[in-house]
């Protein structure tokens, strides 16, 4: 009698298991897809909407030392000219080398200057 207990308790749980790893499965697809998702919006809004993102001054406060050239092309958009020397500079300003650029040295943010309009 014990046995039979434990075969029924068995297949139960077999049976109540098989939803649920069904489930998980279909979660896992789903924020796989998801992520899919976001990372293509991301990429189209930096192609798109990033050619003034560099004037928000909320997102020039956010900028922050160390912080990766890949985080801040995100932050504020392609730059509009890049320069090598000894310090890689990103300027923003179309016109101007005085002000909206980020310094970085090794891909990490050493310093930056906000737009003063």
């Known amino acids: 009698m014990k046995s039979l207990k434990t075969l029924i308790v ?25 992520e899919n998702r976001v990372t293509a919006l991301e990429q ?3 192609e798109t909407g990033s050619k003034n993102r560099w004037k928000d001054p909320i997102l020039w406060q956010r900028i922050k030392k160390e912080m990766s050239s890949d985080d801040t092309r ?26 909206s650029y980020v310094w970085f040295d090794e891909g990490k943010v050493l310093g930056w200057e906000a737009p003063n309009e």
């Open 10 to 34: 068995a297949v139960a749980s077999v049976l109540i298991c098989n939803p649920v790893l069904a489930d998980e499965k279909a979660l896992k697809q789903r924020i796989s897809d998801l």
């Open 44 to 46: 189209i809004m930096e």
């Open 74 to 99: 995100k932050l504020l958009g392609k730059p509009g000219r890049v320069e090598e020397q000894i310090f890689t500079t990103w300027y923003y300003h179309p016109t101007s080398k005085l002000h």
